[in-house]
């Protein structure tokens, strides 16, 4: 079923799915500048048949396209408006970032619509535990956010999502908790929440290893650290786990992740290199790759881009987006403010902050 079908969709006025409730709201807030004054949002957007002037419902009606051609079509016409915009940098002028942060929220719900369109023709419907094909960073988590409806932040120029840290939870507790309960589990939770959490670009010394940990020490810690990685970077953390050895399993996949959730902590899984993916999926991944590449200036120097992100972390995250996907979704915040991770884009505010 087409997201616009849905009661209360986007269509009828309504929130429609939250990638698009989140383009409508920005679109809605910003509309003096996007489409009265100049129509900054027209000039940009290479997109066959918008009307002129163009309106909010026009640029909304792209997210609700069926035709699968026509999706890809879209798409490709983002990434290209992508690679046409200014340069991010400290002096952006305000039009071109609101431009650019509405650009990518479409580009977001226009990925989703396509997803979507493709999945429905083949009938394909993914368990919630089920793991994501790609192994690049973006990709993967962009489906997996899908699918569970948690929050990316994303800086630009670089691909991989700064809420979202690798953890490998042992499986074996799920059979025997014992009077600990998941005390390991508990352990290799806070070892990666404490690794995302840290804004030192120098790599931190191996900590100890630790025992199982109790459920008081562990709420009280875990909450903690959630609260200072939601503010730094504004979006829930998200672990991903490789779904190999145990975690090859459908029942120990399901039980972390339903036991993760109980905490608010989101959890997917990530499929090995030679998991088979089908045709239809490879087209899709392929063109959002291509398409993802031109929106966030992909660096083909992954050493050198990460060495760059850990430098500009150490003052605070500057010039990125955040893209939160959980619902419901309220009055879209924009700002940039290096708590925020600057220029972010999420959910949690009431209104805009700062410059956009």
């Known amino acids: ?32 500048v996007l489409f009265r004054d100049g129509a900054a949002l027209s000039e940009s957007l290479p997109i066959a048949g918008l009307p002129d002037p163009l309106t909010i419902g026009a640029v909304l009606g792209l997210t609700r396209e069926k035709d699968i051609d026509v999706c890809a079509a879209h798409l490709a016409c983002m990434a290209s408006a992508f690679e046409d915009m200014p340069a991010i940098s400290g002096t952006s002028d305000q039009v071109v970032d609101k431009v650019r942060q509405a650009s990518l929220r479409l580009m977001m719900a226009l990925s989703e619509c396509y997803v979507r369109a493709v999945e429905a023709e083949r009938r394909y419907v993914a368990l919630r535990h089920e793991p994501v094909w790609p192994q ?117 996949r399901k039980a972390l992740q339903d036991y993760l959730a109980s905490f608010a902590l989101p959890t997917f899984f990530r499929a090995g290199c030679d998991v088979e993916i089908p045709d239809w999926a490879e087209r899709v991944l392929g063109e959002l790759s291509e398409a993802f590449n031109a929106a966030f200036a992909a660096s083909s120097n992954r050493e050198q881009e990460t060495k760059k992100t850990g430098e500009q972390y150490k003052d605070g995250v500057e010039g990125g987006t955040t893209l939160v996907f959980n619902a419901p979704v309220g009055n879209v915040s924009t700002g940039n403010n290096t708590k925020q991770a600057g220029g972010d884009m999420h959910n949690q505010g009431t209104g805009e902050q700062g410059n956009g």
Do not use: W
Not at 2 to 22: I, K, N, R, T, Y
């Open 1 to 32: 079923m087409d997201a616009g079908d849905l009661p209360g969709s986007v269509a009828e006025g309504g929130g429609g799915s939250v990638l698009q409730a989140m383009l409508r709201d920005y679109l809605v807030e910003n509309e003096a």
């Open 136 to 252: 690049d960073g973006l990709l993967s988590c962009v489906l997996a956010a899908a699918r569970l409806g948690f929050g990316l932040s994303l800086k630009a120029g670089s691909r991989d999502p700064l809420n979202v840290v690798d953890a490998n939870p042992p499986a074996s507790e799920f059979n025997r908790p014992g009077e600990t309960g998941y005390g390991l589990v508990h352990a290799e939770a806070l070892v990666a929440l404490r690794r995302l959490s840290s804004t030192d670009a120098t790599p931190t010394p191996t900590p100890a290893a630790v025992g199982p940990i109790g459920d008081a020490y562990f709420n009280a810690r875990r909450g903690l650290l959630q609260a200072k990685i939601r503010k730094m970077l504004g979006v829930d953390p998200v672990l991903r786990v490789e779904a190999e050895n145990e975690y090859e399993k459908d029942d120990k």
